[in-house]
């Protein structure tokens, strides 16, 4: 069983479950990544879930299924070797609604990668931007252990 570890950050404010052996490097007070160990097989490659934080470009409800829908269109006509594989629609336990979208690209030739990107959209304030990487072999190990990283999410009060 992998242990997993409790992430905190209160400048992102979200709580989130990372395998224990990932790193965590903070890029900006609204931004962060964690980091699987090397995988020697793959050039060192890192498999990443990126998080930032930021404030939406709209609200509510329809502009949020209206973005994701965009989103994944853009995705589509820019990304070479871009193949859908499928989508996923929640909502957190905090209640903000949760869109997960996993596909596969190829940046390089003979290199394909699985990706996913997720976004959470919680107030007109708060909305979060997700992006998660691995080499497509590694897909079967690396997109569950992201979902549920993503799934684990816990969106924390602002501080006054």
């Known amino acids: 069983m992998n242990k997993r570890l409790n992430f905190a950050d209160e400048n992102l404010l979200i709580s989130i479950l ?3 052996d990932w790193e965590a490097n903070k890029i900006s007070p609204q931004n962060i990544r964690f980091a ?45 070797g871009f193949k859908y594989l499928y989508s996923d629609r929640s909502s957190l ?42 080499p497509k072999p590694l897909a079967d190990t690396f997109i569950p252990k992201f979902e549920q990283a993503i799934k684990s999410i816990r969106l924390l009060p602002e501080r006054s």
Do not use: V
């Open 93 to 134: 336990s905090s209640f903000a609604d949760l869109h997960i979208a996993i596909y596969e690209c190829s940046p390089e030739p003979q290199e394909i990668f699985t990706r996913l990107q997720a976004m959470i959209y919680h107030t007109k304030h708060n909305f979060y931007f997700i992006e998660a990487s691995t």
């Open 18 to 20: 990372i395998p224990q």
């Open 36 to 80: 699987a160990k090397p995988q020697k097989s793959y050039n060192n490659y890192r498999p990443y879930l990126y998080i930032l934080r930021k404030k939406p470009d709209g609200e509510g409800n329809i502009w949020f299924e209206e973005f994701c829908r965009e989103n994944l269109d853009e995705l589509e006509q820019n990304c070479t």
